[in-house]
Every structure is written in structure tokens, then in C-alpha cells.
């Protein structure tokens, strides 16, 4: 008999979890170097960027590619399909794809592209190795630890089970101690069913293990049974109906299904059902005290997405118990999940139910789907601007505006480098943005475009709970969001630059950057939130080449002409750019205390840092390259969102150089 474990048992760190914390090392890693050096880091420094696993979806959909997801873990679903439809293979990185008793596994990491070749996992030789039947697999997989089952919850088992090894095999079986685990926990397995068991599968009782651990390692097993299979007694598994489901109707229900599996939703599928939200690793800087994580700064607009989600038709939420909250952030360990209450969403007029949002018709229900959606950020005041403002603005006017409520450190020129952007954004071509060049980076400004694009995927979850008052594809960042030029924009704006050239001396962008920023500040004030102006010239003196001056095209350069508009830097052009920067940014900010009288904001003291890549969503055209070309440089997107090309879902790097022999 195996010794039973402790009762009391502190919450173990997963797979999973333990993988959070190293990206987490890793991002910081990022931030220190860009802080150091101002420029970007190379490929052994590469942190993907923040949304992308959201929004990629969405990128391939608007492509015309069928995309569908899964409502269950992504490895169970992958490998049920390919059970059911005869697939010859999985090709992945995942051992868990050899304990399902599906397709073969085929290594992805082993892939030769040119010859088409890999290294096939056979799990029948495995088995016959370490003598265990196909349905033994994941009980084995369950003590050695997986996502389910953490390492150190069966750490006394595989204890135990190496000692039994031991002494049976008193000569060490050649290979690394962790095969000797694997050999001594399969003999363990083994050992634990007569004949009899063997054919009837009984769950062995011999393992002696506390309740929560038994019923934990019944889960992890169950967790690869697919339809129709049975293991360990345990027989067909399926889905129990969540505690949250009982309180929304039957149709919300299957609208929720279909719309997640469409992929035409976010957020609301997994609050409805499962009562459960997560977010992975986001790139922030974790040695910044001044921006807060941007898991607490859209908590409040997701307490009031869960509110509307699982609003009772009387509006009591009392009953409805809290949602968890897996979210990623510098300071969060992990170990359970934040328990988040809903909140209503306030309305002067009619409180929403789902039912009237997502199935009624008529220009009342519209008003109330976008009041209910600007609600949610608490900027039911930029209404008015419905209509009259691009979607795609009104979303970004929306955004920043709730990140400019909640974020007490964000000052006037980031703000004006938000709004810049995406105004000047849609009259820009994809070749004009790959030439913008940047004198250096600050980390400030990458870890602000992330908190933006992390802003954007709760744009797209309000908006789906809201009933879609704006098109979703108003709300992709490849309509409202570049990382270079933000970054471009910050620099811009914390140098002092005026408005003409932050708006590329273009009147229309003028005109609709003071609309958007007017309308901002008297929001913030009705909140009795005032806009500190707060110059963030980097410190730092760069030691490495950081390229080029940013000019725009409006200084004069002729299209398709880079002579005269550039002002390239040898080794010692990392200096003499960021002096320059400099000395601008303080001859104008000088001169602007006297003679521009069109600032509406205070000025004040602002030091920063923190750090983020940049986010460059951009799609390139159907046009052929020759038209791209030849495309006037300030033709406009207007507000139609279709006939998109292929996008760049990537940070717009530079490449590295190869790496040496």
C-alpha cells in the first residue's frame, strides 16, 4: 500500500503555470535590453506580441479561410477530429498527442520542409516498451504530471514508485534518471491490475490517495478520454453542464455555441458557460511601478461585461456567483484564480437583458446596443459622435478614453499619440509605414501600444455581449493600430511637436484629431480627470546605431524618393540622433509656453519607463504590387472594412543577421 498524502494540500504550479512565469522572465529580459540599448532586441530576445492568439482568428477569417474553435482544450479537439476522420497523422509539439488514443503523432520539430520527412511517435511500441495497455497511458501521464495534474502533487507516488524500481532492478537500466521515473511509475501502473482488472478497466484502489487527490487524478484522466471511450472504469465521458448556463436562456446558450465556434465572438462564450476567463503572457515591464498591468486596468469593464452577460431578467445579480479570472501579470503567481464580481451596467434608460440586445430589431434596440457598449467603458458621452465619426475612430475615441479614466499616470502627449495614430493611420499605405524610420525606442511607448491592443480584444468582448452595435471588423487592430507608427507619434508628441506635424500637416487629420481630443477631455472632466502635460524624454545614452531621423513624407521627400529624406548615421549615429530629437523637442516645447495657445492641458513633470515591442497589424492590398505603388499616399480607407489582403500579424522588425558558424 502506497502512504497517503497530506490532506491539506497548498496549491501546486502546473505546467501551464510554471510556462507563464519563464515567458514572464523572459519579457523582462526584452525590457531590460531595450531600456539599455534603445533599440530592438534580436531573435534570442523574441517575445510574440500581445493579442495575437486573439486576433489571428479574426486575420484569417476576413481572408475567406473557414476558421473554427474549439470549446473544449485545443489538444482534445485536434485529436478527436482526427480520430473521427481517419487522419493519417497530428503534427505537433506535444507529448499529450501520444497518450490520446488517436491519429499517430508526427514531430513538427523534426520537420525537413524540403524533403517532407519527421520522426513518427508509434505509442503501440511505447506501450509494448514500458508494458502497459493504450488505456493505461493516462493514468501514466496523470503521476508524471501534466496540465492537469501537477508534478508536485504526485511527487510521493513516483517517490514510492522508484523505490519498488529500485530495488527489483538493482543494476541501473542505462539512460537519464528521468527514463528511470518514466520505467519505475509504468511498472507501478502495471503492477496495479490482476487479469481480471485488466479487462474490466476497475480504477485501482491501491494507489490509497486522499479524496482530492483521487478525484483530481480522475479528472486528469478523464481529460483523454474521447467520445465513446472508456478507461479505468471510468466509462464514456462527457460534458456536465456548467453552474453559470442556468442563467441565461436556452437560446443565449446556442447562440454563445454557434458564435464561438464561428468564430465570430470573444469572451462571452467562456463567461456564459464555463464562468471562467483567461489571458495569457502580455509584454510589460515588470520593474515599471508607474503603468499598472493591464489585467487591472480593463477589470472594470470586464466586471461590467460579466454583469451584462449573466444579468437575471429582474437585474439581480446577487446569486450569480463571481467569475475566475486567469490573467497573466508581473506580480500574480498563479496558484488560484482571482475571483471577480460582476457589476451591472448603468443606464439612464432601461436596463439591457441579452435577449433584447441579441434577438430584437428596430433603430430603439440599436440606440441601446451602442449606449450599452459605450456604457461598459463608461464613455456613454461620445455617442453623439455615432454617424458622424468613422467606426473605427469612435471605437479608438472609446479606448482611449477609458485607459486615460483609468490610468492616472497617462498624460497629454500619450494621449496625443494614441489619437494621432489612428487618425493618420487610415490614410496611410503599407509601403509609407515600412519606411518610417525611428531614431530609438522607448520601451515607454511599446508597453503603452500593448496596453492598447490588450484595450482592443475588450473592445471586441463588450461589443459581442452588446450585440454588435459596431462591425467587428471596425474593432481589428489592422484598422486602428501600428506599432511603428505610434511609436513615431509618441516620440513626436513628447518632443514637443505641434499638432501640424503631428497630424502629418494634413487638414482632415487635423480637424478630426481635435474633434476626438476635444470630445476626450470634456469626458474626463465630467469625471473630474485633468490631463497633466508630462514630457518622457528618454535617459539613456544609446550606444548602438540606431539608424535613421524619421521624416514623413509631407517634409518633401517625392514618392518613391528616399534621397534627401533620410539622414543615415555611422557609428556614433545613435547620439547625434537622439541630441537632435532632443534639441528639437525642447526649442519647440520652449516655444509653444509662449505662442501656442491652442493647448488645452496642463503641463507638468512625467518620468517613465517599461517597454513593449511594437504591434503592427497591417494588411497589404489586393492590388498588384505595381498599383500598390503607384497609389496616391493619402488615399483614405473610408469606412468600409472589406476586400482586405493578407496581414502582417508579426512585430514589423527589422531581421537579425544570421547567426555565425
Not at 176 to 200: H, I, K, N
Not at 389 to 408: G, H, K, N, P
Not at 498 to 513: G, H
Request: hydrophobic content about 35%; proline content about 7%; some cysteine.
Amino acid at each position: 500500500m502506497l502512504p497517503k498524502a497530506s490532506k491539506v494540500q497548498q496549491p501546486q504550479l502546473t505546467p501551464p503555470v510554471k510556462r507563464r512565469h519563464r515567458v514572464n522572465g523572459e519579457i523582462s529580459k526584452m525590457f531590460r535590453y531595450i531600456k539599455q540599448h534603445g533599440v530592438q532586441p534580436g531573435r534570442e530576445l523574441f517575445c510574440l506580441p500581445s493579442g495575437l492568439a486573439t486576433f489571428t482568428r479574426f486575420a484569417l477569417s476576413s481572408l475567406g479561410q473557414e476558421v473554427y474553435c474549439s470549446v473544449r482544450e485545443a489538444d482534445y479537439e485536434i485529436t478527436n477530429y482526427a480520430r473521427q476522420h481517419g487522419s493519417m497523422g497530428i503534427l505537433g509539439q506535444d507529448s499529450d498527442f501520444i497518450i490520446y488514443d488517436s491519429a499517430p503523432y508526427l514531430s513538427v520539430t523534426k520537420l525537413w520542409m524540403k524533403g517532407l520527412t519527421t520522426v513518427m511517435y508509434d505509442r503501440q511500441r511505447l506501450c509494448k516498451t514500458l508494458g502497459l495497455l493504450v488505456t493505461q497511458l493516462p493514468l501514466l501521464a496523470c503521476l508524471l504530471g501534466n496540465d492537469v495534474v501537477s508534478e508536485e502533487r504526485m511527487r510521493h507516488i513516483r517517490n514510492t514508485a522508484m523505490e519498488t524500481y529500485r530495488k527489483s532492478n538493482p543494476t541501473p537500466h542505462p539512460g537519464a534518471p528521468q527514463g528511470q521515473v518514466v520505467l519505475a511509475v509504468s511498472q507501478l501502473v502495471s503492477s496495479m491490475w490482476s487479469r481480471e482488472e485488466e479487462q474490466t478497466g476497475l480504477f485501482p484502489q491501491s494507489l490509497n490517495l486522499s479524496v482530492p487527490d483521487r478525484e483530481l487524478l480522475m479528472r486528469g484522466v478523464c481529460s483523454y478520454l474521447l467520445p465513446g471511450q472508456s478507461a479505468l472504469g471510468l466509462g464514456d465521458i462527457s460534458v456536465l453542464p456548467s453552474a453559470f448556463e442556468k442563467h441565461v436562456s436556452p437560446e443565449i446558450l446556442k447562440a454563445c455555441r454557434e458564435k464561438h465556434v464561428a468564430a465570430e465572438g470573444f469572451m462571452v462564450y467562456s463567461v456564459v458557460c464555463e464562468g471562467v476567463t483567461e489571458c495569457s503572457n502580455t509584454l510589460e515591464d515588470e520593474e515599471d511601478a508607474e503603468l499598472l498591468p493591464q489585467a487591472l486596468v480593463y477589470k472594470p469593464c470586464r466586471q461590467r461585461i460579466y454583469g451584462l452577460l449573466l444579468l437575471r431578467q429582474d437585474g439581480n445579480i446577487v446569486d450569480i456567483p463571481a467569475i475566475k479570472e486567469w490573467f497573466v501579470y508581473p506580480g500574480n503567481p498563479l496558484k488560484e484564480p482571482d475571483m471577480v464580481q460582476p457589476v451591472p451596467v448603468r443606464l439612464p434608460c432601461v436596463q439591457p437583458t441579452l435577449d433584447l440586445l441579441w434577438f430584437s430589431t428596430g433603430p430603439e434596440v440599436s440606440a441601446l446596443r451602442l449606449k450599452t457598449f459605450l456604457s461598459i467603458f463608461d464613455c456613454l458621452d461620445i455617442s453623439e459622435l455615432y454617424g458622424a465619426t468613422e467606426d473605427s475612430l469612435l471605437a479608438a475615441l472609446c479606448l482611449v478614453t477609458y485607459i486615460a479614466l483609468q490610468v492616472q499616470t497617462l498624460s497629454q502627449e500619450d494621449v496625443d499619440a494614441y489619437l494621432s495614430q489612428a487618425v493618420c493611420l487610415r490614410l496611410k499605405s503599407l509601403q509609407e509605414l515600412q519606411r518610417i524610420e525611428l531614431p530609438f525606442l522607448s520601451s515607454r511607448a511599446v508597453q503603452l501600444g500593448s496596453l492598447y491592443i490588450r484595450g482592443l480584444s475588450h473592445l471586441l468582448g463588450a461589443n459581442c455581449a452588446s450585440g454588435c452595435p459596431l462591425p467587428s471588423a471596425a474593432l481589428m487592430p489592422w484598422h486602428s493600430f501600428d506599432g511603428r507608427l505610434f511609436h513615431s507619434k509618441y516620440l513626436l508628441a513628447h518632443s514637443g511637436a505641434e499638432n501640424t506635424e503631428l497630424l502629418d500637416s494634413d487638414p482632415s487629420c487635423l480637424s478630426a484629431f481635435l474633434q476626438l481630443r476635444e470630445k476626450l477631455i470634456e469626458t474626463c472632466r465630467k469625471r473630474g480627470r485633468v490631463l497633466q502635460s508630462r514630457p518622457n524624454t528618454p535617459k539613456q545614452s544609446l550606444t548602438t546605431t540606431t539608424g535613421a531621423i524619421y521624416r514623413d513624407r509631407h517634409a518633401g521627400c517625392p514618392p518613391g524618393g528616399d534621397e534627401g529624406w533620410r539622414e543615415r548615421g555611422g557609428t556614433t549615429g545613435g547620439h547625434r540622433h537622439e541630441r537632435g530629437w532632443r534639441e528639437r523637442g525642447e526649442e519647440r516645447r520652449d516655444r509653444s509656453q509662449y505662442e501656442n495657445r491652442e493647448r488645452l492641458w496642463e503641463t507638468g513633470g512625467h518620468r517613465g519607463g517599461g517597454g513593449q515591442y511594437f504591434h503592427s497589424f497591417q494588411p497589404n492590398y489586393h492590388d498588384g504590387g505595381a498599383q500598390i505603388m503607384n497609389r496616391p499616399p493619402k488615399q483614405s480607407r473610408g469606412r468600409s472594412y472589406n476586400n482586405r489582403g493578407r496581414y502582417q500579424l508579426a512585430p514589423r522588425w527589422q531581421q537579425p543577421p544570421a547567426p555565425g558558424p
